[in-house]
């Protein structure tokens, strides 16, 4: 929803700090969400529910502007629920042919990041509203990426010199308020089988952590796409640097997880959507074993989306449960 488009120096004083060397104008715009969410399970009884219902109050800020060399400047600020500051920002500059190159403040994503889970959904994954549940995934924080297409496949490289930093600050500024850490890097690969419709995702990356440790993940998946159906697969895998030296897994915890996922499209207004997640540890002989059901229908300018997600064993402990259900109403205008 765009709701209105404003000069960048009318935000100088009050969104964006900016200098005399971008021009260009700032696009304002939001979404009209309302949402119902039920919780429940032993995993998921910690907080108490006051109400089950919200509507979305985000909204961003972005613009862009072409250099004299026919490069591309793109910028945008998320702001924060409560207004007037950054939740999240993000910079890139478009070299064409050459890629793009991106720096986030606080969620980069790309590289492995953006392969945590490729299962085709109707609304959201296996894991949405499931707490404290064990995932093999490669974490997200400040960073840079750079993007290209090399033969046919979609690359994505990282690198980030502290992912824990993630605390709001401008322009020739730092984050001290997280401990230093090893930095992070990963790659992430797509990519497309001919005319198959089978693709190949594939990716590694080595995670700093604040006790001088590395969490080395890696992931291969296969998503195959046949008329109105979508099946993927992919496994995920994170080993503690911790485990390799001392070869004991008391001092560092080793997980692998399993997804599949299928969806199928009904018609050109309703799909549907199932997925299996199953996370093993080196600290547990229990797996964490989460199912999900999606469905999404689409009318005009409105969707109705809804995921049911149901957990056993949830974060590796025995018996303990988690169940999850989120309806969403969304609107585009």
Do not use: C, W
Request: net charge negative; hydrophobic share 35%; glycine share 12%.
């Amino acid at each position: 929803m765009n709701i209105k488009k404003i000069g960048l120096t009318a935000l100088a004083g009050s969104l964006i700090a900016t200098t005399t060397g971008f021009a260009g104008e700032m696009m304002v715009s939001g979404a009209a969400k309302l949402s119902y969410k039920s919780l429940s399970g032993t995993a998921n009884v910690a907080a108490t529910e006051a109400s089950r219902f919200a509507m979305d109050q985000d909204l961003s800020v972005a613009g862009s502007a072409e250099l004299d060399n026919g490069m591309t400047i793109s910028v945008s600020h998320a702001l924060a629920a409560a207004g007037g500051t950054s939740d999240t920002s993000s910079l890139t500059l478009d070299m064409g042919d050459m890629g793009s190159i991106t720096y986030n403040d606080t969620d980069l994503g790309n590289g492995l990041r953006a392969l945590k889970d490729i299962s085709p959904l109707a609304y959201e994954d296996a894991l949405d509203g499931i707490t404290g549940a064990s995932s093999s995934v490669m974490p997200s924080g400040q960073g840079f990426a750079y993007n290209n297409s090399f033969g046919g496949a979609a690359v994505s490289l990282v690198y980030s010199d502290n992912l824990a930093a993630t605390a709001d600050r401008s322009d020739k500024g730092q984050d001290i308020t997280s401990a230093g850490a090893n930095s992070s890097s990963s790659i992430g690969i797509t990519y497309p089988v001919m005319d198959l419709g089978l693709t190949v995702y594939a990716g590694m990356g080595v995670a700093g952590q604040g006790d001088g440790n590395e969490h080395e993940h890696n992931m291969l998946g296969l998503k195959y796409a046949y008329g109105p159906m979508t099946v993927s697969y992919q496994r995920n895998g994170m080993d503690d640097q911790d485990n390799t030296v001392t070869g004991t897994a008391s001092n560092g915890e080793d997980l692998v997880s399993h997804i599949m996922g299928v969806s199928f499209a009904v018609n050109d207004s309703l799909s549907i959507s199932y997925g299996e997640h199953e996370t093993g540890t080196s600290e547990s002989t229990f797996d964490q074993e989460v199912t999900g059901y999606g469905v999404a229908y689409s009318a005009g300018g409105m969707t109705l989306s809804a995921v049911h997600n149901d957990a056993d064993n949830t974060g590796n402990v025995s018996g303990t449960t988690a169940e999850a259900t989120t309806i969403l109403l969304s609107f585009a205008f």
